[in-house]
Structures are given as structure tokens and as C-alpha cells.
């Protein structure tokens, strides 16, 4: 346009002003409008920690999971008639003594699991056990309404409202949550979805009975039997260290009381010792345990 008083305006629509012809003289100022940037693309979250490099059998309990997650995971490939659950989420607690495995076993689950839930994987821990403050919900939800793309300026300040927006953002997602280390079902509470088809797991080394309300499903983890200890043992340290003085493995083993945490730690020791034989190490765990009495 020409002449006094006109403003002439140039949109961009895709963000580039493409070539514009002028006839004449321009009068007035010239105003090019461009389009805000569109945020970049946030990746899918994938927050998942990697599954233990060797693995020591859990099948019955990796079964058991797998049938509290049926419904939902089977509702994308119409493998079931509705159950009435295919847009509720899932709620698992896995529940256990400290190094019993709990962590490792949703892991192992969440990981093969990974396909099915295509909007991407939550991770938190809730530091229930760790010494220091437990998380606080309204932190997590921060954060993981950040990984959903809500951006800084959007976050409420408020836990209820942020909670509120959690539930509106992963209502029509399907999205694994590991909540690793709750200490009390009030902690873990804010931080469910309310609908729609995603996967919530939580960890801990209490019971949390309250999660019952919300539907929860419990496994209550055992130390590893027998075979499934010796394996970890071999898979960590060599077949060769236990087969050399099977007596000794046994007796290691029953020391370490099965748990993994404890098996994981002498089998690396092993590992890195290769001339100690086990029978020293129960030996020595021995003598510790006599002193310590
Ligand atoms: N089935 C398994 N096979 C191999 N390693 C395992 C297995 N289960 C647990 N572990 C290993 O044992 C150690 C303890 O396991 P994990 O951290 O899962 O225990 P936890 O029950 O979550 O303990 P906490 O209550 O302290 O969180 C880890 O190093 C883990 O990798
Ligand atoms: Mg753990």
C-alpha cells in the first residue's frame, strides 16, 4: 500500500517472508510479522536407567508381572475384549527387603515392556531410603511435566494444580512411570495419572497398603532361590570359581542370604581377585561377622 498513514504488514506464515513486489514509492513504516518460533521437538522421554549388565532369572515374578499388565498392554492390538481397565492406568508396587532386587526387576520388566508404551518412559526416585529428605511430589511433577513438554512458564506453583496438569497431560499418553523408592503411598499419590493407558510401577521397602484404593497390584520380592543366586554368581565372577569349590559357593551364597545385593558385591570381588578362592572370601566374611557379633 501507499500513501501517508498506511502501515504496510508482511506475514510470514511459515516463519520465511517470501519475495514481495513493490510498485511504486512505500510510505508509512514497514512492519514484517514473523510467526513465534515453534519450540523445538522435545525427544519422547526415555529416563529409564539401564537393566544390570548380567542377569539372574526372576521368570515367575516377570510372569506375574506381565499378567497385572495384560489389559493395558494388550488394548492397542484388540489381543482382548475390553476388561472395563483399558483406560485406567496400571498401578504395580513391588515391595522388598533393601537390595532384594526390586529396582532391577521393574527395570528388566520396563525395558522389555518399552514397545508397547510409545509415548516414552518417566523415571524418578523418591529417595524414601536414602538418609536425606524424601522427594518432594511437587519437584517431580516439575520435572516431569517438563519432560512432557509443558514449558517452564506454564508450571503452576501449586502441587494440586500441577498434579491437576499431570493428569491432563498423560490422560491420552501411554507412558511408563517407575517411581523407585517411595516411602509413603501420600508421596506417591499425586504423581498417578488419572486415566488413559499408562504403566505406573512403583518400588519400596514398605508396604504402602493405601495404594490399595488406587488399585494397586503388590509383589512382594523374595531373595533369589538357590539356582537363580548361583547363576549371578557365575554370570559376575566365572562358572570356573564355584565349580572349583562348590562347597564354598553354597556357603557363600547362604552368607549373602541370597539377596543380590549382597551376591553382587562378593561376586565382584571375586571378579576382580581372581586368585582368591571363594573359600577365603567366606572365610574372611566369616571372621568379620564374628567380630562384628
Ligand atoms: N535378578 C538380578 N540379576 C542380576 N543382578 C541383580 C538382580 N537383582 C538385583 N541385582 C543387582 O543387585 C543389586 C541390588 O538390586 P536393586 O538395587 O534392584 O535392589 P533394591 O531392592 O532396589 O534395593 P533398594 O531397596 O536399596 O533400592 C544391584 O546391583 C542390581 O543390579
Ligand atoms: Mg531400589
Redesign the pocket.
Known amino acids: 500500500m501507499t500513501g501517508p498513514g498506511h502501515h504496510n504488514d508482511f506475514t510470514g506464515g511459515d516463519g520465511d517472508v517470501h519475495a514481495v513486489v513493490q510498485a511504486g514509492a512505500v510510505h508509512g513504516g514497514v512492519h514484517l510479522t514473523m510467526p513465534a518460533p515453534h519450540p523445538a521437538a522435545l525427544p519422547i522421554p526415555a529416563q529409564l536407567r539401564a537393566?544390570?549388565g548380567?542377569?539372574?532369572?526372576?521368570t515367575d515374578e516377570l510372569d506375574l508381572l506381565d499378567r497385572y499388565a495384560q489389559p493395558c498392554a494388550d488394548a492397542d492390538h484388540g489381543q482382548t475384549p475390553s476388561t472395563g481397565h483399558d483406560d485406567a492406568p496400571t498401578l504395580v508396587v513391588i515391595t522388598?527387603?533393601?537390595?532384594?532386587?526390586?529396582?532391577?526387576?521393574?527395570?528388566?520388566w520396563l525395558h522389555q515392556l518399552r514397545p508397547q508404551y510409545r509415548d516414552g518412559q518417566l523415571f524418578t526416585d523418591l529417595r524414601g531410603?536414602s538418609g536425606i529428605r524424601p522427594a518432594d511430589p511437587g519437584e517431580v511433577l516439575e520435572r516431569f511435566l517438563r519432560a512432557l513438554g509443558i514449558s517452564p512458564d506454564q508450571l503452576p506453583r501449586d502441587v494440586h494444580e500441577q498434579s491437576a496438569l499431570f493428569r491432563s497431560v498423560t490422560a491420552e499418553r501411554r507412558l511408563i512411570i517407575l517411581l523407585?523408592?517411595a516411602a509413603s503411598a501420600a508421596q506417591v499419590r499425586p504423581l498417578l495419572p488419572g486415566a488413559g493407558r499408562c504403566l505406573v510401577v512403583v518400588?519400596?521397602?514398605r508396604t504402602l497398603p493405601g495404594l490399595r484404593v488406587e488399585g494397586a497390584h503388590y509383589l512382594d520380592?523374595q531373595p533369589?532361590d538357590e539356582t537363580?543366586a548361583q547363576?549371578?554368581l557365575d554370570?559376575m565372577a566365572g562358572a570356573d570359581r564355584a565349580a572349583a569349590d562348590p562347597d564354598a559357593a553354597r556357603a557363600l551364597i547362604a552368607h549373602c542370604g541370597r539377596?543380590?545385593?549382597a551376591?553382587?558385591a562378593c561376586a565382584a570381588h571375586l571378579a576382580t581377585h581372581r586368585h582368591t578362592p571363594i573359600a577365603r572370601l567366606v572365610t574372611r566374611l566369616n571372621d568379620e561377622r564374628t567380630r562384628l557379633a
Open positions: 537393566t544390570p548380567c542377569w539372574s532369572d526372576r522388598g527387603a533393601g537390595g532384594v532386587g526390586k529396582t532391577a526387576l521393574a527395570l528388566r531410603f523407585d523408592n518400588t519400596t521397602r520380592l533369589l537363580g547363576q549371578l554370570a539377596l543380590p545385593l551376591l553382587t
